[in-house]
């Protein structure tokens, strides 16, 4: 049986989450993910359990193992993030957070010339995270969804800001559209209800 493991010690919550689903997409085999935050091990039980993971748990010396016996079918209509609150830099007013949306409806920044636009988008997300404060979530549709795909240039920033706790959600319509669905690597693969609730419920939205 094929095995493989995910290190999530010394990280808080949702980041244990994403990482345990991501590694099982895709995969068949023996899963072993190793934590030393209690809310982290509670979470990532209750993440698997609700998606019909069989598991073993244990904890030694302060440290926690689940061995999940993955059998390669995805959980992509649970957003990781939903099992725990979103951490927030202290600094930061957490309220002012979770009050605005970025949402991107091109994979190019304005318009005009079409080299220039891309250039401007890359800096613009690579800058998101010197925001004060971070945006609550980041909404890709239309071309916009190609930001998020492999080979995208700002792929590795989007990631970044998800590992950070900042919520992505790509258009599952615009992703299969454009027929990239199955190589969106960062973000949940989302509906038009769940970004609508986003952008409804935000503050203001900034669309670059």
């Known amino acids: 049986m094929e095995s493989k493991s995910v290190d999530a010690r010394g990280e808080l919550c949702p980041k244990p989450l994403i990482m345990t689903k991501k590694a099982l997409k895709g995969f068949s085999g023996e899963l072993t993910v190793l934590l030393d935050n209690d809310t982290a091990y509670e979470n990532v039980q209750r993440f ?3 998606n019909g993971k069989s598991f073993s748990a244990n904890k030694n010396n302060g ?3 689940i061995r999940v016996n993955a059998d390669g079918t995805p959980a992509e ?3 990781a993030e939903d099992y725990c609150p979103v951490p927030v830099n202290p600094s930061r007013d957490s309220s002012a957070q979770a009050s605005y949306v970025i949402a991107f409806s091109s994979d190019r920044m304005g318009t005009g010339d079409d080299d220039l636009g891309r250039i401007l988008i890359q800096g613009f997300c690579n800058t998101i995270k010197e925001a004060d404060p971070l945006p609550g979530t980041l909404v890709f549709y239309n071309s916009g969804v190609k930001l998020a795909a492999e080979g995208s240039s700002v792929l590795p920033a989007l990631k970044s800001l998800e590992e950070s706790g900042i919520k992505l959600l790509v ?3 615009c992703a299969d559209y454009f027929e990239i669905k199955d190589r969106i690597g960062a973000g949940i693969i989302s509906n038009m209800y769940d970004i609508m609730s986003a952008m409804t419920g ?3 939205i900034i669309k670059p």
Do not use: I, P, Q
């Open 77 to 79: 209509n649970t957003r």
């Open 48 to 50: 698997l359990s609700d």
């Open 63 to 65: 440290e926690y193992m």
């Open 202 to 204: 935000a503050g203001h």
């Open 171 to 173: 258009c599952g319509t």
